[in-house]
């Protein structure tokens, strides 16, 4: 990869000529817009070796180009169509759970979005969080999974076979407000996860609340242990917004 520094006269078109490098991977890694307006001194990235629509979780350009985007079903088809050249990964939002670890599908149907983002070359994700009826995170449904394996092997059965029905990739596990008392359990819960639904050839990501020590304070944080969480998932997405949310601590955004 190269950088390459905007000068006057510049468009991505004249860029993607003179450096060789292909148009839609210059306007996609670097978030461009229509109509691509650039600024004089501006960086872009180069990525000269990377092939156009195959940014992959997995690639080793990860660190640099893989995006992941939360929707939920109700987004406009026009929108979700405009968003997904931005994306790696569309992160439907959400499947929930109930005690007995039932699979609970979103309200509006979700097929017509991964459909969409296959479509486009965009992994899609089924987003799973355990939701109370009042729309707000429950750790007391974390609390119940987390310490039944029971409740553990049908919820990964449910996710299994709604992933192979609507072609769903990967799975987002996305607990927010988990108790420190479950911070163990809930690490032994991914892992057990990750690898039954790697057998299956899918792949199992962790939402992370930013913490800035191991032994953090707050609801966001005491039951998210992340050395942990990083070994026993495919991978994790940090939740770096909540530094600037209601919530995060003050001064970090």
């Known amino acids: 990869m190269n950088i390459y520094v905007v000068k006057p006269d510049d468009t991505v078109d004249k860029i993607s000529e003179e450096q060789n490098t292909d148009l839609t991977a210059l306007i996609r890694i670097n978030q461009l817009t229509p109509p691509y307006r650039l600024a004089v001194g501006q960086a872009l990235l180069l990525a000269n070796d990377i092939p156009p629509q195959t940014f992959s979780p997995y690639s080793s350009y990860a660190e640099a180009i893989f ?128 690898y039954a639904l790697n057998i299956l050839g899918y792949q199992v990501s962790v939402a992370l609340a930013p913490k800035y020590s191991d032994d953090q304070p707050g609801v966001l944080y005491e039951g998210m242990d992340y050395a942990g969480l990083g070994a026993a998932a495919n991978w994790v997405v940090l939740m770096t917004y909540e530094w600037g949310y209601t919530y995060g601590p003050v001064g970090l955004w």
Do not use: C
Request: charged share 15%.
């Open 67 to 194: 995006r992941s985007g939360y929707a939920y079903p109700f987004i406009s088809a026009p929108v979700l169509t405009e968003t997904l050249s931005y994306l790696s990964e569309l992160a439907v939002f959400s499947y929930g759970f109930t005690l007995a670890g039932d699979l609970i599908p979103p309200a509006m149907d979700d097929t017509w979005m991964t459909a969409q983002a296959r479509q486009a070359g965009v992994t899609p994700a089924l987003t799973l969080t355990p939701l109370g009826s009042d729309g707000h995170f429950n750790n007391a449904l974390v609390t119940a999974l987390v310490h039944s394996r029971a409740a553990q092997q049908r919820l990964v059965t449910g996710l299994a076979s709604v992933m192979l029905e609507k072609g769903y990739q990967t799975v987002n596990i996305d607990f927010e407000y988990v108790l420190g008392e479950d911070k163990n359990a809930f690490t032994a819960f991914v892992s057990y996860a990750t």
